[in-house]
């Protein structure tokens, strides 16, 4: 696990405190915390401390402690008394997106999964920070024809003292990250807070977008989270058919090897030269992601490079827990951007 390092002196010798919901491994904590090294470039310290957090997942609670230290709650937040939870200025967390995701049927609010929201709300409620900030799926902006986001920004506006509250779509390449990452944040500042949040001017577009060839190089050298799985002949054949940044659509109908009736990210490799397309966090055969220049699957150190975490940020857990963990985690290097740009609020 990587030092703490110091923050810098003209910052406020305290931290800023940071209460993270659904935290999974902790992503969207190292963005507003910074303190990273990416691809050879240095992510300052922000101010921003996580002093608790909370997640269902054991095992990505595991990793969480190795990074950030034992101040992440795991279990069901149902079971979570709010009153118990420590003072913060903000809250943040990736409430459960499957129920709004673009690629699976969606429920939206008509699910348990879809109403987890509204702890969120309720910790608001209670911890009244300065400012909250939630991530979730693009899809979310349509789910129930447009009632769910309507409803969530308006449970979150109404919450405590009252919050102006705006849901941002973001694509997380245009702010460092190796992949296409469509998301939306949904943003709330407290009524008596005087300056408005401004969304971080992008850094890139497709002119010059992180490539998946520039993240990728070097990844094979580090030791961590770096294993590969063993492919059946017939998937590496089928792979060996499609070119970088193609899909199963790649393969000819004619080929024993042809599929159809699928998702895009069916058999996708990637493209040395653009940003990896959404890599997800579970899925059968052929939903694995895949090396632009080898016939086989990504490792786990590959998928954490294209969401921008850093090579010394260690994944505990088996292959399959682990990609779950890092396909269902905020970006890092691309929610960095967004710390700076709470903290000119508060």
């Known amino acids: 696990?990587?030092?703490?390092?110091?923050?810098?002196?003209?910052?406020?010798?305290?931290?800023?405190?940071?209460?993270?919901?659904?935290?999974?491994?902790?992503?969207?904590?190292?963005?507003?915390?910074?303190?990273?090294?990416?691809?050879?470039?240095?992510?300052?310290?922000t101010g921003f401390k996580t002093v608790w957090a909370n997640d269902i997942d054991p095992i990505a609670c595991e990793t969480f402690k190795k990074w950030f230290g034992d101040v992440i709650v795991p279990g069901d937040i149902d079971d979570i008394d709010i009153k118990k939870i420590p003072k913060c200025e903000v809250v943040i967390g990736g409430f459960p997106c499957q129920d709004f995701s673009m690629i699976w049927k969606r429920g939206g609010l008509t699910t348990q999964r879809g109403n987890l929201y509204s702890y969120f709300v309720k910790v608001v409620m209670e911890k009244k920070p300065k400012v909250f900030i939630a991530e979730n799926v693009k899809g979310l902006l349509t789910a129930n024809g447009g009632k769910a986001i309507d409803r969530i920004v308006s449970d979150f506006s109404n919450a405590g003292p009252g919050y102006r509250t705006k849901p941002y779509p973001v694509n997380f390449a245009e702010y460092g990250t190796p992949q296409i990452r469509e998301r939306v944040l949904i943003v709330g500042i407290r009524k008596d807070i005087k300056k408005d949040f401004v969304l971080p001017p992008s850094i890139y577009d497709s002119s010059n977008y992180i490539t998946a060839k520039e993240a990728l190089t070097g990844a094979e050298d580090i030791k961590y989270n770096n294993e590969r799985?063993?492919?059946?002949?017939?998937?590496?054949?089928?792979?060996?058919?499609?070119?970088?940044?193609?899909?199963?659509?790649?393969?000819?109908?004619?080929?024993?090897?042809?599929?159809?009736?699928?998702?895009?990210?069916?058999?996708?490799?990637?493209?040395?030269?653009?940003?990896?397309?959404?890599?997800?966090?579970?899925?059968?055969?052929?939903?694995?992601?895949?090396?632009?220049?080898?016939?086989?699957?990504?490792?786990?150190?590959?998928?954490a490079r294209l969401f921008g975490y850093p090579d010394d940020f260690v994944f505990i857990g088996s292959i399959g827990e682990v990609r779950r963990q890092i396909g269902n985690s905020v970006p890092p290097v691309g929610f960095y951007p967004f710390a700076n740009a709470i903290k000119k609020v508060i």
């Open 1 to 45: 696990m990587q030092k703490k390092e110091k923050a810098s002196s003209n910052q406020s010798q305290l931290p800023i405190p940071v209460v993270s919901l659904f935290s999974g491994c902790g992503g969207m904590d190292l963005g507003i915390e910074g303190g990273f090294t990416f691809l050879g470039k240095r992510y300052p310290k």
């Open 229 to 303: 799985q063993k492919l059946q002949q017939a998937t590496v054949e089928r792979l060996e058919l499609i070119p970088p940044g193609g899909n199963f659509t790649s393969i000819p109908r004619e080929s024993p090897h042809y599929v159809k009736g699928m998702i895009s990210h069916v058999y996708r490799r990637l493209h040395p030269d653009k940003p990896a397309t959404t890599i997800i966090a579970a899925g059968g055969g052929g939903t694995w992601g895949y090396h632009h220049d080898e016939p086989r699957s990504l490792t786990n150190r590959e998928r």
